[in-house]
């Protein structure tokens, strides 16, 4: 039996590797900006042609103009602050519909471009050493958790918007993923304090997805839950009822071997609710600054993580995204890490033993010690610690990925 066949039940990353995240620009801005040279690299299929069958049949019947359709980007911290999937996201919708950033996780503290208060109630669990028993562990690799929300005002969570995209700022309604009450809640939404919604949520479901008009993305929106008893919150969705939506979920500290965690009843349920055809799965940087030379468990490890998500979802096409160059200092100046090959080497295979489709990431950025080249760039679009984009940077990689996504669209796919 191969490794790839066990489920992970410990990401081996080093967790301090990743301790830089890029502080946001105007992530939104689509304008071309690349180095000296312009690079571009094709999907690579291993001669599974139908690889993102599953996300252009999707598109080809008209979902898009239907229902929304969901497009899940796992990532490090490489994508806090909604980078690189915000672009993503805003070049696909600017030509499939939609607005609305997608989901967000109450009461998790991950940076993104949505100003997030919770009262005290709320705990947030994750794969990363969370405390909760349940262990029912959503598409965010995490849950948020309620004991009970008996207080006049309930517990209650607040977003003010920070997306400066004007489809981001537009959203017209909310929805979110609840479950494993044993009692029954009433979740109310407020815009600017005027109510404008409230459902009663019956308790017995493992999962319930939740609609609630919004009127407008614009002000101050809260939601307040009120009920005796656990609750777990899965995600809270900014959408309108069509259009396309990229939802960002950065894992910070991880090499992308958690997903074997996951309750995969609880994620398929949720990705069954917000129609998720396309899962862009991105990570290495955490995998590169080790003293293994052989790679071969990580190898196997992806291709196991790649499986267990096909499983939550086979109506769904994956991209695995190779890792992107990092360099190190040495005596002669920049170098790429040793690592960089063999990881992204490690992920190619794992792809291929999955069957699904590969992205070069370091390909894209130029090859061997692009990342320095980056780095030292004006504007720079890589950071100092010579590991991490800046936003500049972050939103070129991301063009270059969905121009090559966009670039395998079938003919009877129209805009």
């Given at each position: 039996?191969?490794?790839?066949?066990?489920?992970?039940?410990?990401?081996?990353?080093?967790?301090?590797?990743?301790?830089?995240?890029?502080?946001?620009?105007?992530?939104?801005?689509?304008?071309?900006?690349?180095?000296?040279?312009?690079?571009?690299?094709?999907?690579?299929?291993?001669?599974?042609?139908?690889?993102?069958?599953?996300?252009?049949?999707?598109?080809?019947?008209?979902?898009?103009?239907?229902?929304?359709?969901?497009?899940?980007?796992?990532?490090?911290?490489?994508?806090?602050?909604?980078?690189?999937?915000?672009?993503?996201?805003?070049?696909?919708?600017?030509?499939?519909?939609?607005?609305?950033?997608?989901?967000?996780?109450?009461?998790?503290?991950?940076?993104?471009?949505?100003?997030?208060?919770?009262?005290?109630?709320?705990?947030?669990?994750?794969?990363?050493?969370?405390?909760?028993?349940?262990?029912?562990?959503?598409?965010?690799?995490?849950?948020?958790?309620?004991?009970?929300?008996?207080?006049?005002?309930?517990?209650?969570?607040?977003?003010?918007?920070?997306?400066?995209?004007?489809?981001?700022?537009?959203?017209?309604?909310?929805?979110?993923?609840?479950?494993?009450?044993?009692?029954?809640?009433?979740?109310?939404?407020?815009?600017?304090?005027?109510?404008?919604?409230?459902?009663?949520?019956?308790?017995?479901?493992?999962?319930?997805?939740?609609?609630?008009?919004?009127?407008?993305?614009?002000?101050?929106?809260?939601?307040?839950?009120?009920?005796?008893?656990?609750?777990?919150?899965?995600?809270?969705?900014?959408?309108?009822?069509?259009?396309?939506?990229?939802?960002?979920?950065?894992?910070?500290?991880?090499?992308?071997?958690?997903?074997?965690?996951?309750?995969?009843?609880?994620?398929?349920?949720?990705?069954?609710?917000?129609?998720?055809?396309?899962?862009?799965?991105?990570?290495?940087?955490?995998?590169?600054?080790?003293?293994?030379?052989?790679?071969?468990?990580?190898?196997?490890?992806?291709?196991?993580?790649?499986?267990?998500?096909?499983?939550?979802?086979?109506?769904?096409?994956?991209?695995l995204v190779g890792v992107s160059d990092m360099s190190?200092?040495?005596?002669?100046?920049?170098?790429?890490?040793?690592?960089?090959?063999?990881?992204?080497?490690?992920?190619?295979?794992?792809?291929?033993?999955?069957?699904?489709?590969?992205?070069?990431?370091?390909?894209?950025?130029?090859?061997?010690?692009?990342?320095?080249?980056?780095?030292?760039?004006?504007?720079?679009?890589?950071?100092?610690?010579?590991?991490?984009?800046?936003?500049?940077?972050?939103?070129?990689?991301?063009?270059?990925?969905?121009?090559?996504?966009?670039?395998?669209?079938?003919?009877?796919?129209?805009?």
């Open positions: 039996m191969l490794l790839a066949d066990v489920p992970v039940v410990k990401d081996s990353v080093v967790r301090h590797a990743d301790s830089v995240s890029a502080k946001p620009d105007s992530l939104v801005d689509t304008r071309p900006i690349a180095p000296a040279a312009s690079v571009s690299v094709p999907i690579e299929f291993f001669g599974n042609t139908h690889a993102l069958d599953a996300f252009w049949g999707a598109l080809a019947r008209g979902e898009h103009r239907s229902r929304p359709v969901g497009v899940l980007h796992y990532a490090d911290s490489q994508a806090e602050n909604d980078l690189i999937s915000s672009t993503i996201r805003d070049m696909l919708q600017s030509r499939f519909g939609g607005v609305g950033i997608g989901l967000v996780h109450p009461g998790n503290r991950t940076p993104n471009l949505i100003g997030q208060r919770c009262s005290q109630g709320w705990r947030f669990h994750s794969v990363h050493g969370g405390s909760s028993n349940s262990r029912y562990y959503g598409i965010f690799g995490g849950l948020s958790e309620l004991q009970g929300a008996t207080d006049s005002d309930g517990e209650w969570v607040r977003f003010v918007g920070r997306e400066v995209n004007r489809r981001g700022a537009k959203y017209n309604r909310l929805r979110l993923l609840l479950g494993h009450n044993v009692q029954p809640y009433w979740v109310r939404c407020s815009i600017d304090g005027d109510v404008v919604d409230s459902v009663l949520v019956e308790p017995g479901k493992a999962l319930n997805a939740i609609t609630l008009g919004a009127k407008s993305g614009h002000g101050r929106v809260e939601v307040n839950l009120q009920g005796d008893g656990p609750m777990h919150a899965y995600g809270l969705l900014q959408e309108s009822s069509a259009g396309i939506y990229v939802h960002n979920i950065p894992v910070r500290g991880s090499s992308g071997t958690f997903f074997g965690q996951f309750d995969e009843g609880v994620a398929s349920a949720a990705m069954s609710a917000i129609n998720v055809r396309l899962i862009i799965v991105q990570y290495g940087i955490n995998a590169v600054p080790s003293s293994i030379t052989n790679y071969k468990f990580y190898e196997n490890s992806m291709a196991s993580q790649l499986r267990a998500l096909k499983r939550m979802r086979p109506e769904a096409s994956i991209v190190q200092k040495t005596p002669s100046g920049y170098a790429s890490h040793p690592n960089v090959a063999r990881v992204r080497a490690a992920q190619r295979r794992a792809a291929q033993l999955a069957g699904v489709a590969f992205w070069d990431c370091y390909s894209a950025m130029g090859g061997d010690n692009s990342m320095s080249t980056w780095a030292l760039s004006s504007p720079p679009l890589g950071q100092k610690d010579f590991t991490h984009f800046t936003s500049r940077g972050a939103r070129l990689i991301a063009q270059r990925l969905t121009n090559a996504l966009l670039s395998t669209k079938p003919a009877n796919v129209s805009k």
